[in-house]
């Protein structure tokens, strides 16, 4: 995998799970994918699309975003997070604040970043 493929697929999970959040929202959905690959020895793109991990890839019918301004600003989160410190503590894993799914139990809370709360194992 190259480097932009990994900066694409950091984009794209962003802008799919994360593009009407405030910045750091951005950037802590953006930490959580990164901290994935490196505690599972995986890319990014095999971090996003592994099977229910991200909503985005297994409930639209397309990847392509449709929001160009949205996009670059994803862009630019996915950037920032690559080279700046994990402000989220090493999360992991994340949810909307409006639902508890069964798995937070076994998490450690971490933080709340937007609409977004953010756990680690």
């Given at each position: 995998?190259?480097?932009?493929?990994?900066?694409?697929?950091?984009?794209l999970?962003?802008?799919?799970?994360?593009?009407?959040?405030?910045?750091?929202?951005?950037?802590?959905v953006a930490?959580v994918?990164?901290?994935?690959?490196?505690?599972?020895?995986?890319?990014?793109?095999?971090?996003?699309?592994?099977?229910?991990?991200?909503?985005?890839?297994?409930?639209?019918?397309?990847?392509?975003?449709?929001?160009?301004?949205?996009?670059?600003?994803?862009?630019e989160?996915?950037?920032?997070?690559?080279?700046?410190?994990?402000?989220?503590?090493?999360?992991?894993?994340?949810?909307?604040?409006?639902?508890?799914?069964?798995?937070?139990e076994?998490?450690?809370?971490?933080?709340?970043?937007?609409?977004?709360k953010?756990?680690?194992?």
């Amino acid at each position: 995998m190259s480097f932009l493929e990994g900066v694409l697929w950091l984009t794209l999970n962003v802008y799919h799970e994360a593009r009407s959040e405030p910045r750091i929202g951005q950037l802590a959905v953006a930490h959580v994918t990164l901290n994935r690959a490196v505690q599972r020895h995986e890319s990014v793109e095999e971090v996003v699309t592994a099977p229910y991990q991200f909503s985005w890839t297994f409930q639209k019918n397309s990847y392509m975003p449709t929001e160009s301004g949205a996009l670059l600003t994803c862009l630019e989160s996915a950037l920032t997070a690559m080279i700046s410190a994990d402000f989220t503590n090493g999360a992991t894993y994340y949810h909307r604040q409006d639902i508890n799914p069964a798995w937070a139990e076994n998490k450690t809370y971490v933080a709340q970043y937007g609409a977004h709360k953010f756990y680690r194992n």
